[in-house]
């Protein structure tokens, strides 16, 4: 295979989108899209804007919900894009983003109240995770913020998983993913790790 070499203005090279849900300084919540996140064990890592307002929430007030959107709601996702919860708006932040403290509604979302932490559940989403952030802090280059969160309750939606089992049946739930700043979801299956526990 030949290659040319190239310098792309960002690497996201298809990862999911997610919508974050944490507490606000006056006790309401805040509703940010964000596509940094992936998974070690029963561990979210997740990695945000320094200058947002999640960052700054989940420094402070560590519970959070991490809500994963189907790819058909990402015109949900997209109402979210360019509102932020910061008041004065951020210079960092992108031309056209303006401050929103109502962000569930702006983006047509309900929300719905978690069982083990405070900020709430994205009703909508197929799949919620309840978490606490229990390490924050910065990045090498000072720009974002990496949260490690421990998941302390699942919440799916029964259609994606296989009856009378825990597992996410991944012929049912696809991500809605984020590649390259265009959304997709997933096709058609390729095969399956030796590593599967799912029930074929």
Not at 70 to 78: D, G, I, K, N
Not at 84 to 104: I, N, S
Not at 118 to 135: I, K, M, T, W
Not at 156 to 171: K, L, S, W
Request: aromatic residues 8%.
């Amino acid at each position: 295979m030949n290659t040319v070499t190239i310098e792309p203005s960002i690497l996201y090279f298809g990862t999911p989108v997610v919508l974050l849900s944490t507490e606000n300084p006056d006790g309401t919540f805040n509703l940010a899209p964000m596509s940094s996140a992936w998974a070690l064990g029963q561990v979210i890592v997740l990695g945000l804007g320094a200058e947002g307002q999640s960052a700054r929430n989940l420094m402070s007030r560590p519970e959070v919900v991490v809500n994963l959107p189907a790819p058909h709601q990402w015109e949900a996702v997209e109402r979210l894009a360019p509102l932020t919860g910061r008041h004065p708006v951020p210079a960092t932040k992108h031309a056209g983003c303006r401050y929103e403290p109502g962000k569930f509604a702006a983006a047509g979302l309900r929300p719905e109240p978690s069982e083990t932490v405070r900020p709430p559940r994205v009703a909508e989403c197929p799949l919620q995770f309840e978490a606490r952030a229990e390490r924050v802090g910065h990045d090498v280059s000072g720009s974002f913020v990496i949260a490690e969160a421990v998941v302390s309750r699942v919440h799916a939606d029964p259609r994606i998983v296989v009856p009378g089992t825990q597992h996410v049946d991944p012929g049912t739930w696809s991500p809605l993913i984020y590649n390259f700043r265009h959304y997709f979801g997933l096709g058609p299956e390729l095969g399956h790790s030796y590593r599967s526990q799912t029930p074929r």
